[in-house]
């Protein structure tokens, strides 16, 4: 039985699909729903009308979730442009929320899934901030990922994930090869007067630490990016700059 459900994305329906995550930080699934059929089938919650719109599902493994189901659709894969088929799949941006402070679980992370074949989903990637790059577990509060952005802007789409990063702050990833993605430029707040502590228990005693906490993000169809964060940090408009707005694409 899927619990821990977050917000499902629905491509509205012209698209015709809802994709859910289940699950958080353990026992994770993806699933992808015909809209159509969930929204005029039928109303009695019986077993058969419940499963009747599913047109596929990724089961995850026993210590990841799915905080997050983004689909990125119709992507042009460069290294697969000369295939027999041609490079064009979809996939769908899978991000678990981290759950537990100071590493005291398994790393939540962006997985990617190809879904071109909806019925037989299949993971292709998977990425995180390396934690040696600034002593994450040790800084304080959660890390590991929490969500991705949701809004589709053609600014961004199909090509920059933004990723709310807890105490890495808010992470922008180079998604045109999905079986590549890589990091192309971050943020990390200050800690302010008003961040709160974040605790742990060793030993029988609780130990805290005052960290960011980089909750959620979004993007605007003007190209900025908003975060907010869960620790009372407050809340940052930003804006890419140099290279890595290069590979945005903003009107000229």
Known sequence: MPTELHGPISTGPKGNRVYFGYGTNKNGMVQIVDRQKLVNGPAEPTPDNLRAPEVGRLLLPPNAGAHTAFPMLKLNV???????????????????????????????????????????PINVSTWTVPEASGNFCSRGGRFGTHSSNENMTPIYYNRILFLAHFNAGVRAVDVRDPYRPREI???????????????????????????????????????????VDRANTGLHILELTGAARAIANFPR
């Open 78 to 120: 460069a290294e697969f442009a000369q295939d027999q088929g041609g490079g064009v799949r979809d996939f769908v941006a899978i991000v678990d929320e981290e759950l537990v402070n100071e590493c005291q679980e398994p790393r939540q992370m962006l997985w990617i899934a190809d879904i071109t074949s909806e019925a037989r």
């Open 185 to 227: 430029a971050h943020y990390i707040p200050a800690v302010t007067a008003n961040t709160d502590p974040r605790c742990v228990t060793v030993n029988g005693a609780n130990r805290c630490k005052t960290a960011i906490q980089t909750n959620n993000v979004e993007v605007d169809d003007r190209g900025y990016i908003y975060i």
